[in-house]
C-alpha cells in the first residue's frame, strides 16, 4: 500500500490563520468560523507562499494530473466539452460548513459562488449547484452545457427533487429555504440545458473544484 503523501494546510480566514501541518489542526481552526478560506498544498514552501497572497487566486488549483486509465479508455472518453460550465460544493464536515460554486470549464472565471451555509452537505451543495447554473443558463438564454461530478445530485435534478436525510433545523433553515426554491424552480420551470458526468478519471478535478483538501 502507497505511503499517504503529507499535505499542508493555508488558512487565510479562520480562528487563527497561518500554515498548519495536519488536516484535524486546519479544521480546528475553521470549524464553527463564518466564511473560513483555507486548502491543501503539496509542501511547506507553497502553502506558506500562497499564504501571503489571496484565496481567490488559489481555489480551483490542482497540481498537474495524469490519468490512471488507459490510452484506449481515454479515447472512448473523449475530451471535455469546453462549451459549458462546471458546478461543485465543498464541505468541511458531513453535515458541516458548505458552500457551491460555478466557473467557466475552459477559463475557470467564477460565474457564480453561494455560502458558507450551517449544517450543509456536499450533495445538497451539488444540487444547488446545479440547479442555479440552470437558472443562470436559462436567463440568458445561453445553450452551454453543464459539468457536475455528482451521480447523486444529477438524479436528484432529474427527479426535481432533493432527497437527502439530513434533518432541518434552525441552524440551517437558511440553507433548506434555497434547497426549497430549488425544488420549485424545477417543478414550475422547463429547460434545454444537458447535464453531463465530468470524467475525473480521466480529466481531473472538475474545474469548479475548490482545491481544498
Not at 478560506?37 to 506558506?48: N, V
Not at 445530485?153 to 434547497?179: G, M, P, Q
Request: hydrophobic share 30%; aromatic share 12%.
Amino acid at each position: 500500500m502507497s505511503k499517504k503523501k503529507k499535505k499542508y494546510y493555508t488558512v487565510w480566514k479562520g480562528h487563527h490563520t497561518g500554515v498548519f501541518d495536519s488536516w484535524n489542526d486546519c479544521k480546528a481552526q475553521i470549524t464553527n468560523f463564518e466564511g473560513a478560506q483555507y486548502k491543501s498544498f503539496e509542501s511547506f514552501d507553497a502553502a506558506k507562499e500562497a499564504l501571503k497572497g489571496n484565496y481567490k487566486d488559489y481555489i480551483g488549483k490542482t497540481k498537474t494530473f495524469k490519468s490512471e486509465l488507459s490510452a484506449e479508455q481515454l479515447k472512448k472518453i473523449g475530451q471535455p466539452n469546453y462549451n459549458s460550465i462546471s458546478v461543485d460544493a465543498a464541505s468541511s464536515g458531513n453535515p458541516g460548513k458548505m458552500e457551491y460554486r460555478g466557473v467557466d470549464t475552459k477559463t475557470k472565471k467564477q460565474l457564480f459562488i453561494q455560502g458558507p451555509f450551517e449544517e450543509g452537505t456536499n450533495n445538497i451543495g451539488e444540487f444547488l449547484a446545479i440547479v442555479h447554473g440552470l437558472a443562470l443558463l436559462k436567463k440568458n438564454n445561453s445553450n452551454l452545457i453543464i459539468y457536475t461530478d455528482s451521480r447523486t445530485a444529477i438524479s436528484w435534478v432529474k427527479k426535481r427533487t432533493c432527497n437527502t436525510k439530513l434533518e432541518r433545523t434552525a441552524k440551517n433553515e437558511k440553507l433548506f429555504e434555497l434547497v426549497d426554491r430549488a425544488i420549485n424552480w424545477l417543478k414550475t420551470n422547463s429547460y434545454k440545458t444537458t447535464i453531463v458526468k465530468w470524467e475525473t478519471k480521466a480529466w481531473g478535478e472538475i474545474p469548479a473544484d475548490f482545491g481544498r483538501k
